[in-house]
Nanobody, 121 residues
Framework: QAQVVESGGGLVQPGGSLRLSCEAS????????MGWYRQAPGKERELVAE???????NYSDSVKGRFTISRDIPENTAKLLMNSVKPEDAAVYYC???????????????WGRGTQVTVSP
């Protein structure tokens, strides 16, 4: 099986920067996409940014121009650089990987357990 683990959350001041990291590991044949989602208290989980193996990136409108997603495809890692952080960015951030465990297998979605991002002066 595969697992996804996030790191890098913590406290950041408004206007500050934070970098989140994610690693997919285990018996992985290929990773089609890795992305970041977030969930604030009382709200649904929402897409923040995702990046396919071909390089295509997708950002939510709320983070465009402030957040940057990157991937190290051979290492099955992804990072989210958060700049100009706003109070409304506070949430639990989850990494999601769409991967295959074997050649010809169907896509398998694996979620991390999340990392907390707190925005406070």
């Amino acid at each position: 099986q595969a697992q996804v683990v996030e790191s890098g959350g913590g406290l950041v001041q408004p206007g500050g920067s934070l970098r989140l990291s994610c690693e997919a590991s285990g018996n992985i044949f290929s990773v089609a996409s890795m992305g970041w989602y977030r969930q604030a208290p009382g709200k649904e989980r929402e897409l923040v940014a995702e990046m396919a193996s071909g390089g295509k990136k997708n950002y939510s409108d709320s983070v465009k121009g402030r957040f940057t997603i990157s991937r190290d495809i051979p290492e099955n890692t992804a990072k989210l650089l958060m700049n100009s952080v706003k109070p409304e960015d506070a949430a639990v951030y989850y990494c999601r990987a769409i991967l295959r465990l074997a050649r010809g297998a169907t896509n398998y979605i694996s979620w991390g357990r999340g990392t907390q991002v707190t925005v406070s002066p």
